[in-house]
């Protein structure tokens, strides 16, 4: 199966900073690379397909980037709204496996 | 618009089986492969299994592959998640979730509200 990690685990961050989390795959997946924001008690959203795919209704804040191995979700002028849990997912090999997440708090 | 709806899960004791169902609405249900995936608490997602649109194929996560079995019923749109043999390690959220394709492309755009499974004695 092919491993998915996030770096951080976890960050915190204000209101209106840019932050960027980071999903590494073990081999190579071209850009079959999900991202997905999950709040607790709420279904997984995706955000981005394709590794920079901004899917309908997202907003233009949230950003992907990245192919091969190394990949970024980059969301600039945090909004209150956006303090979640982010995972990304590969789509290249079955099963499709997401990282660990990394959890973006108020600082 | 796109709707899926969980029901079946509760508390059940280890060992037992349950039997989880997703009711899908708002598209053509037979032109779509469906998934399975489930959040324990306090972890991360989990992939468990998808029916092709047809229902000829399936695939399993290593973790419930022959004790997990996924249908479909089309005249009912709904799929189902028959679990067996269920252990502690199986408490979690689950949800289902609308591929992209008719089989296996696995972005999942359309997810479920989620049923909570929990595996205690």
């Known amino acids: 199966d092919i491993q998915m990690t996030h770096s951080p685990s976890s960050l915190s961050a204000s209101v209106g900073d840019t932050v960027t989390i980071s999903c590494r795959a073990s081999?190579?997946?071209?850009?079959?690379l999900n991202w997905y924001q999950k709040k607790p008690g709420e279904a997984p959203k995706l955000l981005i397909s394709?590794?920079?795919s901004l899917q309908n209704g997202v907003p233009s804040r949230f950003s992907g980037s990245g192919s091969g191995t190394d990949f970024t979700l980059t969301i600039r002028s945090l909004q209150l709204e956006d303090f979640a849990t982010y995972y990304c997912?590969?789509?290249?090999?079955?099963?499709?496996?997401f990282g660990p997440g990394t959890k973006v708090e108020i600082k | 618009q796109v709707q899926l709806v969980e029901s079946g899960g509760g508390v059940v004791q280890p060992g037992r089986s349950l039997k989880l169902s997703c009711e899908a609405s708002?598209?053509?249900?037979?032109?779509?492969?469906i998934n399975w995936v489930r959040q324990a608490q306090g972890k991360g997602l989990e992939w468990l299994a998808v029916?092709?649109?047809?229902?000829?194929?399936?695939h399993y996560a290593d973790s419930v592959k022959g004790r997990f079995t996924i249908s479909r019923d089309s005249s009912k749109n709904t799929v189902f998640l028959q679990m067996r043999s269920l252990r502690a390690e199986d408490s979690a959220v689950y949800y289902c979730?609308?591929?992209?394709?008719?089989?296996?492309?696995?972005?999942?755009?359309?997810w479920g509200h989620g049923t909570l499974v929990t595996v205690s004695s």
């Open positions: 979730a609308k591929d992209s394709s008719a089989f296996g492309d696995y972005d999942f755009v359309h």
């Open positions: 997912q590969q789509r290249s090999a079955t099963p499709p496996t």
């Open positions: 708002g598209f053509t249900f037979s032109s779509y492969a």
């Open positions: 029916i092709s649109s047809d229902g000829r194929n399936e």
């Open positions: 081999q190579n997946i071209r850009t079959y």
């Open positions: 394709d590794a920079s």
